[in-house]
C-alpha cells in the first residue's frame, strides 16, 4: 500500500489506531476471520530516515498475532533498529 512517511505521521497524531484500519481488511483476507481487537504495542518513528514501524497485537477468535506496519526505504535497517531500541 502507498503510504507516505507525512500521511502516516499525520494519522498517528489524529489517531493510531487509523494506521490499523488502512489495513484491517487485508489483515482480515489473510486471518480468513474478522478482528475482535486491536492494541498498540509499540511504535518507532525515526524522523530522520523517515522510517516507521507500528506493532500492534490483533486479536481474531481465540487467537491472537502481532502485525507490524512498516515504512522505510530500507527495512531491514528499521526492523534492525525497531528492536535495538527495544533492549
Do not use: Q, W
Not at 474478522?34 to 524522523?47: A, G, I, P, Y
Not at 530516515?49 to 502485525?67: D, Y
Not at 515504512?71 to 528499521?78: E, G, Q, V
Amino acid at each position: 500500500m502507498e503510504l507516505s512517511f507525512g500521511k502516516l505521521t499525520e494519522l498517528y497524531d489524529e489517531n493510531h489506531m487509523k494506521i490499523f484500519e488502512l489495513f484491517e481488511s487485508l489483515v482480515e483476507d489473510i486471518l480468513e476471520s474478522k478482528v475482535s481487537r486491536v492494541k498498540l504495542c509499540k511504535t518507532f518513528l525515526n524522523l530522520k530516515t523517515g522510517a516507521a514501524l507500528i506493532e500492534c497485537m490483533v486479536n481474531f477468535g481465540k487467537e491472537s498475532i502481532s502485525v507490524k506496519v512498516l515504512h522505510a526505504d530500507d527495512p531491514i535497517k528499521a526492523i534492525t533498529k525497531y528492536y535495538e531500541a527495544e533492549e
